[in-house]
């Protein structure tokens, strides 16, 4: 039987007892309020033998008529009540006193009619020792009556103490009674719910091997029990997804592995035959210009180009895998001395370029020196890049706070790109321009987006074809745990 069946159970039992009460105390307040009624009928009768004896005394003065019928209609009226105490008393003494009652009554009534015949006109004489001696038997018989009216009121009365005694302690019984039955009742309820709540919470609190929460033990087949076993799938699930997330971590790692091994290659034995192609390249030219034609030089110098290209494109891709392991060390951050620093770098190489570079005042933040200035480097780097045969350039820096971030905005007057395009703009090797127009890899804002994200920042970029292009990066005001970043992490130097 589950917990909620015998919570129903133990909660209709009290409802179920309250009807018992009830109909107990109902029956019980009827019969102690007849008890009562024969209690007031003795002390009724009591009255009325009172007023016999009074209009039989007045009788014998008067003669009036009224007193002779009040007498009748009062024995009358006192012979049937005392039969109706006869039926309705149930005391062990009520027969016998109402027996005697009734004889008493019986006789007074024959007393009175014998001397009423005394009083009829076909009498003429009546001697006064015959009344008195009627008289006096009527007043000994009322006198006995009396004693058993006071008995009979006192047997009532006693009877509605006990029987109010009685009902007192039966309701009592009744109310210990439901209140064991559903002590008893909860008390193994209780116990269970106390029991599987102190395994449940356990469970949950205790980690078995790999962090999988043990097996939990729960008998019976209550909610408790279920709930148990649906645990105890729950665990092996985790268990498998576990297994399953060691083995694509032991892949991954596997991968990580196999990846910066490839960037050992490329940097190693792929640059070399590339340096060695353009170095061969150049001597070629060099010693033996005078016997090429136009055409055998021009093909020399895109065999030399694009060995520089590949070398390039080398270079960048070890970059962003560099951006990827790279180990975060921020600490608080000067944008302004930062940002100085790096397009002072920039603009050494731009000659006699005409550029209206305008910064405003940025505000410092905690982060990664060395990634955000790779950062700065690679949004100014293509600000420069595709600003160029803009008379002027013109390239704006600013910042400003927005919910708990800081938002740096690069913004130029360049060649722009189609918004249509934007998703693209910070994928791997994703270029909007060709290659014949500006330069590059497509490489330069995946780093960027790159290096943002383990800041746990945003990146965004806006821009119109030939109306220039908007770059922001966002970084948290306050400092970042870096534990959330899932990437690998390579401690860099210089």
Request: aromatic letters at 8%.
């Amino acid at each position: 039987m589950g917990i909620k069946t015998k919570l129903k159970l133990i909660g209709l039992l009290p409802l179920l007892m309250a009807v018992v009460f009830g109909a107990t105390a109902y029956r019980g307040h009827e019969s102690l309020r007849e008890l009562r009624d024969l209690t007031d009928l003795a002390d009724g009768m009591q009255d009325q033998v009172e007023q016999v004896e009074s209009d039989v005394h007045r009788f014998i003065e008067t003669r009036a008529d009224s007193f002779r019928q009040e007498v009748y209609l009062l024995l009358d009226s006192l012979d049937i009540q005392a039969y109706v105490a006869g039926q309705r008393f149930e005391a062990p003494s009520a027969p016998a006193i109402v027996a005697e009652l009734r004889q008493r009554l019986m006789r007074t009534h024959r007393g009175f009619m014998e001397l009423d015949a005394l009083y009829l006109p076909v009498l003429n004489a009546v001697g006064i020792a015959h009344i008195q001696q009627l008289a006096q038997r009527i007043q000994i018989e009322l006198s006995h009556i009396k004693p058993l009216l006071h008995r009979l009121k006192h047997d009532s009365h006693r009877s509605v103490v006990d029987y109010s005694d009685t009902l007192w302690k039966t309701e009592f019984i009744l109310i210990v009674i439901t209140a064991l039955l559903v002590l008893a009742l909860m008390a193994p309820v209780l116990y269970r719910v106390a029991t599987a709540l102190h395994t449940l919470s356990r469970g949950t609190r205790e980690l078995g091997q790999d962090g999988i929460p043990p097996v939990l033990s729960l008998s019976g087949k209550d909610e408790f029990s279920r709930l148990a076993l649906d645990f105890n799938q729950m665990s092996r699930r985790l268990a498998e997804a576990e297994a399953v997330r060691k083995r694509h971590t032991a892949e991954l790692e596997n991968a990580v592995k196999d990846l910066e091994n490839f960037s050992y290659s490329v940097s190693h034995d792929l640059r070399a035959p590339l340096r060695a192609i353009d170095g061969f390249v150049a001597i070629l030219m060099e010693e033996y210009a005078p016997l090429l034609d136009a055409e055998g030089l021009r093909l020399f110098a895109v065999v030399s180009a694009n060995a520089k290209k590949m070398e390039q494109l080398i270079n960048d891709i070890l970059a962003l895998s560099r951006a990827g392991r790279l180990e975060l060390e921020p600490r608080q951050v000067d944008m302004n001395a930062l940002v100085d620093e790096v397009w002072n770098d920039l603009t050494e190489q731009q000659g006699e370029r005409s550029i209206q570079f305008q910064c405003e005042d940025l505000p410092g933040i905690f982060c990664d020196p060395r990634a955000i200035r790779q950062v700065w480097r690679n949004l100014l780097g293509n600000a420069l890049k595709f600003t160029q045969g803009r008379d002027p350039a013109v390239i704006e820096v600013s910042a400003e706070r927005r919910e708990g971030m800081i938002r740096y905005r690069v913004k130029d007057n360049g060649a722009g790109f189609d918004p249509a395009y934007a998703d693209k703009l910070f994928g791997l090797f994703l270029r909007l321009h060709g290659m014949d127009e500006f330069e590059g890899t497509g490489v330069g804002l995946a780093i960027v987006k790159r290096f943002i994200q383990k800041h746990n920042g945003q990146v965004e970029g806006t821009g119109a074809v030939g109306m220039g292009a908007t770059f922001c990066f966002s970084l948290p005001v306050q400092p970042f745990d870096e534990s959330e970043d899932v990437h690998g992490r390579e401690r860099i130097g210089g």
